[in-house]
């Protein structure tokens, strides 16, 4: 059998959530049995907030099975409730930490 494909997407500034979703957009049209995992830790983090274009394209996106992480200590250091967070994104401990273990278990990492 093919291996899967496993990639992590690292998003730590706001600007860079338009080419994470562009990525996102053609891998899971492209690769729909990828395995795809976000990180987002640093200003990245503001992207879950609010009900914005940008919400709902990363909500589609975790309907096609794409897992969102969120940075505890980020949440902490914008001062960003985790209870905004939608039901869809988990918040990780350490983002660096889930970078970290998605290269320990074959995802390669992908700075958008």
């Known amino acids: 059998e093919m291996n899967t494909i496993k990639l ?4 730590d ?19 729909p049995d990828a395995e795809i995992r976000v990180v987002a830790n640093g200003a990245g983090v503001y992207a879950f907030l609010g009900s914005t274009d940008l919400t709902t394209r990363l909500a589609e996106a ?9 940075c505890a200590n980020a949440l ?3 001062a960003i409730d985790p209870a905004h967070l939608p039901g869809w994104a988990t918040v990780v401990s350490a983002g660096v930490v889930a ?14």
């Open 62 to 70: 975790s309907g096609k099975q794409v897992a969102f992480q969120v």
């Open 13 to 31: 500034q706001a600007d860079r959530w338009p080419a994470a979703l562009n990525n996102l957009t053609n891998l899971t049209r492209d690769y």
């Open 99 to 112: 970078l970290a273990e998605a290269q320990n278990e074959g995802f390669a990492y992908v700075k958008p």
């Open 76 to 78: 902490r250091e914008h």
């Open 8 to 11: 992590v997407l690292h998003v």
